[in-house]
């Protein structure tokens, strides 16, 4: 595996695949990797020729009081489990690398709407950061098709928005949420807990299943269910964000008779907030 942190040793190194002839896939991550990493590359490497992993804990996407000095560094030990999984190139930019001028004050990348709800209401700038970070590795890159896991539910579908908007020739693949044994979703930030939050985390998957089951039971009194989930979620000891019922398609608030919906939910459980969907098709009379 190459590891590369400047920006012109990597354009030479893409240069000369692209020359051979060879397609290229993007996973972005902040690294501290674990498996859902690993099974992005797994599928990056089943649809492309060569696949470029990025890590970089991205200043930008991080709001005033959050775990950005703190988010775990772990480069050694994600460098290896990318040589195990296959991984061709390593992208680890400084800070100074992907933003030369400051991430403050210069250009960004907004897609409006979207972002302003759900994790976006709680966290106002983060997926402008997300966005522009991410637009910014697609220019350095430029990847025939870039893979992202389908737990960050509503990232994915404004990384979507924004290469629809702006034209950009690169395929979005999402990857399903990959899981403990229990059901608990795998997080960078599952590292946070102790050893009690841990035991009750899988509460959250556990609700949100619950919840699925009442839809296809064509329940569609959707804000009850949304309250009698998070009511659930603070018997336990969760301290909800929010847990949400939307349009699978555009997360909008959905018709009682649509047909596909995505239940989300974000929630604190000591220092970790934790993030879960899932995907629900809602049986209509026929």
């Not at 354009?11 to 002839?21: D, E, I, M, N, S």
């Not at 992907?98 to 709680?122: F, M, N, Q, W």
């Not at 035991?199 to 009850?224: M, Q, V």
Request: hydrophobic share 40%; glycine share 6%; with cysteine.
């Amino acid at each position: 595996m190459i590891e590369i942190s400047q920006l012109s040793n990597l354009r030479g190194q893409l240069r000369r695949w692209r020359a051979a002839g060879e397609t290229l896939a993007l996973i972005p991550t902040m690294g501290n990797l674990h498996a859902g990493h690993l099974q992005l590359v797994r599928t990056a490497r089943q649809q492309a020729d060569r696949c470029v992993v990025s890590l970089f804990v991205n200043p930008m996407q991080f709001g005033e009081g959050e775990d950005y000095a703190s988010y775990p560094r772990t480069y050694e030990d994600d460098k290896e489990k990318l040589r195990e999984v296959g991984a061709d190139l390593l992208y680890a930019p400084s800070v100074d690398e992907v933003y030369p001028k400051g991430d403050r004050g210069r250009t960004r990348v907004e897609v409006p709407g979207i972002s302003e709800i759900l994790c976006g209401a709680s966290r106002p700038a983060h997926f402008v950061g997300v966005s522009t970070v991410v637009c910014k590795f697609f220019n350095m890159i430029q990847p025939n098709l870039a893979v992202f896991g389908e737990k960050d539910y509503q990232q994915l579908m404004v990384i979507r928005q924004m290469v629809e908007d702006l034209c950009i020739p690169v395929e979005v693949v999402g990857v399903p949420t990959v899981r403990e044994p229990d059901g608990l979703a795998l997080s960078s930030r599952n590292g946070y807990l102790t050893h009690e939050e841990r035991s009750i985390a899988n509460c959250l998957y556990k609700t949100l299943l619950k919840t699925a089951a009442a839809i296809e039971r064509a329940d569609s009194d959707y804000p009850r269910l949304e309250e009698e989930a998070s009511t659930e979620l603070k018997a336990v000891g969760f301290r909800p964000d929010y847990f949400s019922i939307r349009s699978a398609l555009d997360l909008s608030t959905p018709d009682p008779d649509a047909p596909e919906l995505v239940i989300l939910s974000a929630a604190w459980l000591g220092k970790a907030r934790l993030i879960d969907n899932l995907r629900v098709t809602r049986n209509t009379p026929v």
